[in-house]
């Protein structure tokens, strides 16, 4: 498949008459602020690629667009700067420098690359992120056979992915003429998360989401990994049917049936962690993204709110434990681990955050992926339940999400797990792993628990 490039252009807000936010505001608000689930989060841009069926939007329409959304949310146009009034803490600079538009064509049908991979033809469906400056890249790649692809990358300081679903939808509705739902549009991201009074530091944050910075950033010590054993993304489908067995077979003799994300989310942790051959006293941890929308209580998260509104659950124990125990136990860990993640944890966190400890430490955020998964970790991003699904630019929804990764390969051992397209109930997981350990991995991940050892 060969991919040429026709334009890449720079598209401005769109101020003007019919947007909510006509106006520009005052330079006294020309900094926002990232919140402190922003400055938590991976400080890079996270990419995806989305596939439809014909007609294609015109080109023009993709960019009147972009320029509407970007007039609604002018976040995304402006430009991420370091706010020195603020202790040196990030902000967004609204700006409107505006977004990056690519359009290209292929020389072939969609159908003749389906199914489609993770790796060097899906590199060329979405923007290069590499030391881009925009947060918001989006490349428009049509096809010979009418079929259309969207790849985009969205910088993760400014949106989780319920924020870049409602962004994108947006998009959508603003592709097809039609006007933003008012009640889905919020702009606030400064008195959101305000610390309590007095502050309430329930949990120890120092060595979960912060810690003290390493005086050297070291690769991690693994003497059986050469420094040329490539990644690469193998793609696991787990049917409905093979969910249900596995959910039965966890859940025998429990007097509750664990969720679909549990139950995947353990049967990769085990499988990949066989696959590395781990020594059996090695400690393993598993990173999983925790959404705060529907824990944060009083006051609640507004609907339509795009910024970070995550934190992470980290279930951790021994390889022999993970992989002599049957997976029920294992399960019974991440499902207790996200239980504690509730509203109290993230006021904790805010208030923690928001003390100036951060600073007067010189504290940095833990999200940084490579150093999460190094050796013996994971981390599993799962976006079931993310409405990625209802993004429409005329001729339906799109019948292929692909997450994508924006660093110069994979991080191996970071997972993504996204619904089949087909809606049936099944799980897709994207599992970047070493290509030395593809075969084992795969021998792991489709082998079911037998009931007997999820009733031990």
Known sequence: MKI????????????????????????TF??????????VNHNEHVTGIFAFNPPAPPIAMLEAGVAKVLAEY??????????????GKRAILLND????????????????????????????????CDCAEELMLVQFTLFPCGSFVVGCGFHHSIADGYGISAILIALGKAVRGMAFDPTTLVHDRVSLFKPRDPPLVEFEHRGVEYTVPRVEQKAFENKSIDDDDDVVVETVHCSQEFISQLQSRI?????????????????????????????????????????????????????GYIGNVVLWARPTT?????????????????????????????????????????????LVR?????????????????????????????????????????????????????????????VVAYVPLFRRTVDMFMSCCYSLPQVAEARL
């Not at 040429?4 to 330079?27: C, E, F, L, Q």
């Not at 139950?263 to 393993?284: D, P």
């Not at 981390?379 to 997450?403: N, Q």
């Open 251 to 303: 859940s025998v003799g429990e007097c509750l049936t664990y969720s679909v994300v549990q139950c995947v989310v353990a049967q990769l942790w085990r499988s990949i962690t066989l696959a590395r051959g781990l020594e059996m006293h090695e400690v393993t941890k598993l990173h999983l993204a925790v959404n705060g929308r529907g824990r944060l209580v009083d006051p609640k998260v507004p609907k």
């Open 318 to 362: 021994t390889v022999r434990e993970l992989v002599d125990t049957p997976l029920c136990r294992t399960v019974e860990l991440i499902s207790r681990e996200i239980a504690c993640i509730n509203d109290r944890y993230f006021r904790s966190f805010i208030d923690f955050a928001s003390s100036g400890a951060v600073e007067r430490e010189g």
């Open 4 to 27: 040429t490039i026709h334009s890449s252009k720079s598209v401005k807000p769109a101020h003007g008459p019919g947007n909510a936010r006509d106006a520009k505001p005052s330079t």
């Open 74 to 87: 002018r976040d995304l146009a402006g430009r991420l700067v370091t706010d020195n009034g603020r202790s």
């Open 97 to 128: 420098n505006g977004a990056l538009l690519v359009e290209a064509s292929a020389d072939v049908a969609l159908g003749a690359v389906m199914p489609l991979q993770v790796g060097p033809e899906a590199l060329e469906l979405y923007p290069c």
């Open 366 to 426: 833990t999200a940084v992926l490579s150093e999460m998964v190094m050796r013996n970790n994971i981390e599993v991003d799962s976006e079931l339940g993310i409405p990625f699904y209802d993004i429409d630019f005329g001729s339906g929804t799109p019948f292929l999400f692909m997450p994508t990764y924006s660093t110069p390969q994979p991080v191996e051992g970071a997972p993504f797990l996204v619904p089949t397209f087909t809606g049936d109930g099944g």
């Open 30 to 39: 020309d900094v926002v602020p990232l919140t402190v689930f922003d400055e």
